[in-house]
């Protein structure tokens, strides 16, 4: 069992940045591959990033490509999603998930476990 809390979640206006952090509690964090997922209001929760269990690959969604960086630190049972450049666009619920058998990368379906979301606002 993973239990998963996200922070840094905010208003900002858009150009800005912030960066979200998920710590997961449990062992062998490392076995897990990471993911972060938004869902805006009446939309379906959609793939943002993902990255694997000791930071070898990373993969994006393409509209944050260049713009949001996933990282990893297993010493601290730690997933980040740094968000450059934001856009009123980007304006969601972040939710970090972990998916224990590597199954997927992008569909939410294949993630065992999940945070309680953090909310990013970004103002035009």
């Known amino acids: 069992q993973v239990q998963l809390v996200e922070s840094g979640g905010g208003l900002v206006q858009a150009g800005g940045s912030l960066r979200l952090s998920c710590a997961a509690s449990g062992r062998s964090f490392s076995n897990y591959q990471m993911g972060w997922f938004r869902q805006a209001p009446g939309k379906e929760r959609e793939f943002v990033a993902a990255i694997s269990g000791y930071g070898g690959s990373t993969y994006y969604t393409d509209s944050v490509k260049g713009r949001f960086t996933i990282s990893r630190d297993n010493a601290k049972n730690s997933v980040y999603l740094q968000m450059n450049s934001l856009k009123p666009e980007d304006t969601a619920v972040y939710y970090c998930?972990?998916?224990?058998?590597?199954?997927?990368?992008?569909?939410?379906?294949?993630?065992?476990?999940w945070g309680q979301g953090t909310q990013v606002t970004v103002s035009s």
């Open positions: 998930a972990a998916d224990a058998f590597m199954s997927t990368v992008t569909a939410s379906s294949g993630y065992d476990f």
